[in-house]
């Protein structure tokens, strides 16, 4: 090689040597830029994700199963226009509503106009399997009355299935007797229906009243029925408190 060539080579090498340095030098850059961006941008994005999982991670003191009877093409009892799928579903929205304010966590059995299943049975099971599902104190099922042979009969019954259900069945018939709307029939034996019966919690069936007589004025009253769904709700909440 000779001495121009050398010094040429020489050259060539040292722009490749800086050449090199100044591409680290960039490279280090663009890293410590974007190591920086990304701890500033996932601490803003940790921010509100932060927040929603706090909501979500609501600690509840108990949860309780909220039936409203009937649904869908099963109206159940019924007065004119006035259906029992439509006056459960109201009475339970309230219960759960108040029992929330409480921080007790309601599991609705439905929330829509729809049975669980077109086959009754199968319906009511799906119901009862919904409080070993949520891992629920309580067992509460809303549902209005008929009695064909006369428009006199009134009064609401609490259902129940033992000896537990029948102190929740006590608490839940005292706070409707307060609202004084018709009398208290007292507590019945419900340890034949299917969902008292396969349920595996203390478990309660309400029939509110008899819609052919004169219960027929609070149960086509929505405001009555949010008050009979508090009452109901204070019910409960005396028993977990
Ligand atoms: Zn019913």
Request: net charge neutral; no cysteine; glycine share 6%.
């Amino acid at each position: 090689m000779s001495k121009k060539k050398k010094k040429l080579k020489l050259r060539v090498d040292r722009v490749m040597i800086a050449a090199v340095v100044v591409l680290a030098l960039l490279f280090g850059i663009y890293k410590s830029v974007s190591y920086v961006g990304g701890k500033i941008l996932s601490f803003l994005n940790s921010t509100p994700h932060s927040v929603v999982e706090a909501k979500t991670e609501k600690k509840y003191r108990a949860t309780v199963v909220l039936d409203p009877g009937h649904g869908g093409l099963d109206v159940g009892a019924n007065s004119g226009k006035l259906y029992e799928k439509n006056i459960s579903l109201t009475t339970v929205k309230a219960i759960g509503e108040a029992l929330e304010k409480e921080n007790i966590k309601p599991v609705y059995t439905r929330t829509t106009d729809e049975a669980l299943h077109e086959d009754k049975t199968t319906d009511l099971n799906m119901r009862a399997q919904m409080s070993l599902d949520h891992s629920a104190t309580y067992f509460v099922s809303i549902h209005v009355n008929d009695f064909d042979k006369s428009n006199d009969v009134t009064g609401f019954e609490v259902y129940t299935k033992d000896k537990e259900s029948e102190t929740l069945a006590n608490t839940i018939s005292q706070q409707i007797e307060k609202l004084n709307y018709s009398q208290n029939r007292g507590l019945q034996d419900g340890s034949s229906l299917v969902v008292l019966k396969n349920n595996t919690v203390p478990s309660v069936l309400v029939e509110l009243g008899y819609i052919n007589g004169p219960d027929y004025k609070y149960l086509n009253d929505e405001a009555k029925l949010q008050q009979i769904g508090e009452a109901i709700s204070k019910g409960i909440i005396e028993l977990i408190k």
